[in-house]
């Protein structure tokens, strides 16, 4: 299976190519540059303060035929208190897919995680198949893959994920959609689940956007609660070009065996619209955008909305 879904990655982000390149290319997305600082609180209150700049960029190529590129980018650079070493995060993904007509389209996936330290690096690759429907308002996908490490796991263990997601634009200026999904690890027969529900919206109204989003997650004795809160103003007839300023309260709370803990989290936004992107804009690091575009391995959708 691992040979068959690399080769259809490959063999679609080829025929996407070679579609681009008799076609006129258009992009529909936005990226955001922002600023996180986070307090710790609760159980982990003695924790380390957390600060640093981020970068979300996510969209479509759309290739003038039945093929489009779906792409996300996201870097963050957390500087973790008395860590005594540098953190990177980062997250790129790659999503042909073909249009069949009627709104059915179907295609791969491919999504790469790296988080970098001064004494070492550790990856995660993620793979699989994606079909859905979009068809006016709605857009309902599902997905299921496989996830590889490096360093690799220990022998005989596997990580399988699978998840639905949708979004429905209730009209130009309101939007909203999530989805579920699950992580599971096989160790020689042993399974270990890691799943996450996440809800988001977003509403626009005159130059300001609101949005919200939760992201609930569960792991055999640990559960984890992410909320959301926050409004955008669009600067656009102030500068003259179409950005957005933004500010996030986002509240996470992590629950092991009854001990509760978390982190008070500010995350400032500038985003920029690219293309004909319908619907509200929302910056991409945010918890709605997360809910809107979620990642493909549960544990890294954890760490990517949580910061």
């Known amino acids: 299976m691992n040979v068959l879904l690399k080769s259809a ?3 679609a982000l080829m025929s996407g190519m070679a579609t681009a390149a008799a076609a006129q290319i258009t992009f529909d997305g936005a990226m955001t540059l922002g600023y996180a600082w986070g307090d710790a609180k609760g159980a982990l209150s003695g924790g380390p303060d957390i600060d640093g700049f981020t970068m979300d960029m996510g969209g479509t190529f759309s290739f003038g035929g039945p093929v489009d590129l779906g792409v996300s980018l996201s870097l963050a650079m957390p500087d973790i208190e008395d860590a005594g070493t540098d953190v990177i995060l980062s997250n790129f993904s790659l999503t042909p897919t073909y249009d ?6 179907a ?6 995680s790296l988080l970098e330290l001064d004494y070492g690096d550790a990856s995660l690759t993620s793979y699989g198949v994606i079909g859905g429907y979009a068809a006016g308002p709605y857009d309902v996908s ?3 893959g496989q996830s590889e490490t490096d360093p690799d796991l220990a022998s005989g263990a596997d990580v ?4 639905v ?3 429905y634009l209730a009209s130009s200026d309101l939007m909203v959609g999530g989805g579920i999904a699950r992580s599971r690890l096989d160790v020689s027969g042993t399974e270990y689940d890691l799943d996450m529900l996440k809800v988001g919206a977003a509403y626009a109204y005159n130059e300001f956007t609101f949005f919200s989003g939760a992201a609930i997650g569960s ?3 640990v559960d984890v609660n992410l909320i959301g809160l926050g409004v955008a103003y669009d600067l656009t007839s102030a500068i003259n070009f179409p950005l957005s300023a933004s500010l996030e309260y986002n509240s996470s709370e992590l629950d092991m065996m009854g001990t509760d803990g978390g982190y008070d989290v500010w995350k400032f936004g500038i985003t920029l619209p690219m293309g004909n ?4 804009v929302v910056p991409q690091n945010s918890i709605a955008a997360g809910a809107f575009d979620p990642r493909a391995n549960t544990l890294v959708d954890a760490i990517d909305t949580a910061f």
Do not use: M, Q, R
């Open 160 to 163: 399988t994920d699978w998840g």
């Open 219 to 221: 792991a055999e004795t």
């Open 142 to 144: 599902g997905y299921i």
């Open 165 to 167: 997601s949708g979004t």
């Open 277 to 280: 992107k319908s619907g509200p």
């Open 9 to 11: 990655a490959i063999g």
């Open 100 to 105: 069949f007509g009627s709104g059915l389209y």
């Open 107 to 112: 295609g791969v996936y491919v999504e790469h």
